[in-house]
């Protein structure tokens, strides 16, 4: 039975993560388990992703960010979960530094 409990988390993703479809990788999984939130590049080479839905879901998407895409290496995820707040209503890529 999936766990309904709405949570959210924020994360930072290093490795060779930058110029291999990261972002794009990590929008289609977290639009097929349905979350909201963001995923952009920083300028110091690492990844962040913001992401709020299920519990179940996200801890699903976590392992899929530690996997990462197949021309990627994750070498680690710094993960900090935070309450739901419902910031945002969809999932997008932030092309923004």
């Known amino acids: 039975m999936e766990n309904k409990e709405k949570a959210a988390f924020s994360a930072l993703i290093s490795g060779i993560v930058q110029g291999v479809g990261f972002r794009y990788f990590a929008y289609q ?20 992703v913001y992401a709020e839905g299920s519990r179940d879901k996200l801890k699903r998407f976590i392992e899929i960010l530690n996997q990462g895409p197949r021309f990627g290496t994750v070498d680690k ?21």
């Open 29 to 48: 999984e977290a639009i097929d388990l349905q979350l909201q939130g963001y995923v952009k590049n920083l300028v110091n080479g690492n990844v962040e």
């Open 77 to 97: 995820v710094d993960l900090h979960w935070d309450d739901y707040m419902g910031k945002y209503d969809s999932f997008f890529i932030d092309t923004g530094y």
